[in-house]
């Protein structure tokens, strides 16, 4: 069965820093995957999606993620945090099939000032 | 546009006590789904809609029903609550059609439910 496994239930970085969220899936057919954020007591929004058109996949306010099949890893990063991006972070893989995504249990991210 | 709108915002109920929660959506989109979100346990289906007139069971269903009243609203209902049903609930909406699941879901700003 597939999963998505997020390393971190919390992860703090100062403003500033790079950040570096962790996701690996499992699955034996390459994949959709996804980046969702959501801010405190909001609805998830899209970050950025990877569809196999590029490894390298930027999205919104500065973060982008690398797709690495070899380590079955989609991992989010960004060069330098700020007090904005401070949220909590899901990854998800399609099916592709049935329409479901397989989420992540999420990443918080705390930044420090 | 709105998006993907969810009345109520927040709401409290006694164990046994029933309730629906309403989702609309102005974007056209042929699939909608409801999700729970627990902490530490990302979200989980509750049931999707692929195509207006279509109604599936997701990962966890038991102790829910869902209608979708026509290509705008996906309502889910809890016909006699628990307390395990209190949760985040959010109502989202994508493009596919098909069954791929590929395409981008938008969500709505989520329900608050407690069940005492």
């Known amino acids: 069965a597939q999963s998505v496994t997020q390393l971190g239930s919390h992860v703090s970085v100062s403003e500033g820093a790079l950040v570096l969220l962790r996701c690996n899936y499992s699955?034996?057919?390459?994949?959709?995957l996804f980046w969702y954020v959501q801010y405190p007591n909001q609805g998830l929004q899209l970050l950025l999606k990877y569809t196999s058109a590029a490894t390298l996949v930027k999205g919104i306010n500065g973060f982008e993620a690398e797709f690495k099949k070899s380590e079955t890893s989609f991992h989010l990063t960004k060069p330098s945090a700020h007090m904005s991006d401070a949220a909590e972070y899901f990854c998800?893989?399609?099916?592709?099939?049935?329409?479901?995504?397989?989420w992540g249990a999420g990443t918080k991210l705390i930044i420090k000032p | 546009n709105a998006g993907v709108t969810q009345t109520p915002k927040f709401q409290v109920l006694k164990t046994g006590q029933s309730m629906t929660l309403q989702c609309a959506q102005d974007?056209?989109?042929?699939?909608m789904y409801w999700y729970r979100q627990d902490p530490g346990m990302g979200l989980r289906l509750i049931y999707y809609?692929?195509?207006?007139?279509?109604?599936d069971k997701g990962e966890v269903p038991n102790g829910y029903n869902v209608s979708r009243l026509n290509k705008r609203e996906f309502s889910l209902r809890l016909e006699s609550a628990a307390p395990s049903q209190t949760s985040v609930y959010f109502c989202?909406?994508?493009?596919?059609?098909?069954?791929?699941?590929?395409?981008?879901?938008?969500f709505g700003p989520g329900t608050r439910l407690t069940v005492l």
């Open positions: 699955s034996s057919v390459p994949p959709y």
């Open positions: 809609s692929a195509s207006e007139g279509t109604t």
């Open positions: 998800a893989v399609s099916r592709n099939s049935n329409y479901q995504l397989i």
């Open positions: 989202a909406s994508s493009e596919d059609f098909g069954g791929a699941g590929t395409d981008t879901q938008y």
């Open positions: 974007m056209n989109h042929n699939s």
